[in-house]
């Protein structure tokens, strides 16, 4: 099913991060990508601004897969990305940048949200656009955590 008119088509293009959801071979890892260079833009923000942008991209992209879940007909469809995004934002919340760093949050991400632990699993049965978002909010959060963790151990 595609979008009918140019509300849903954009509403569609965020949901999929920018069509990186129609990657046919790991579209959560493309998504996630596309939250990687996002950060790159927002990483230099001050705190509450980077806070500020978090909650938009999860407002919106509450509402984006939302609708996007209903023009495809499709319960959290793998082509809808924007809690990959999401997720990876919030991973790297107050992480300081090094490409280390970042690379080190895209693989724990991608491994929080694959794997799922308690109780992110759960979280994926909350209906509708925030049902798509939390469980990778939860995601972002684990790993932020283990990051945080790690990069204090590391300075010592």
Not at 47 to 73: K, N, Q
Not at 99 to 122: E, Q, S, T
């Amino acid at each position: 099913m595609t979008a009918k008119n140019t509300r849903d088509a954009i509403l569609l293009f965020i949901a999929q991060g920018a069509y990186s959801g129609y990657m046919p071979i790991a579209p959560g890892t493309a998504g996630t990508v596309v939250g990687v260079l996002l950060y790159l833009f927002l990483r230099d923000l001050d705190p509450v601004w980077y806070c500020a942008a978090c909650t938009a991209v999860f407002v919106t992209g509450s509402r984006a897969a939302d609708r996007a879940e209903a023009i495809l007909g499709q319960k959290d469809s793998p082509s809808i990305v924007i809690d990959e995004i999401a997720g990876f934002l919030i991973a790297m919340f107050l992480i300081p940048f090094t490409r280390g760093n970042v690379a080190a949050g895209f693989i724990l991400f991608r491994a929080f949200d694959i794997v799922k632990p308690w109780p992110l699993k759960r979280l994926e049965h909350i209906p509708g656009g925030p049902g798509v978002m939390m469980d990778d909010l939860g995601a972002g959060v684990y790993t932020n955590i283990v990051l945080q963790v790690a990069v204090r151990l590391l300075v010592r």
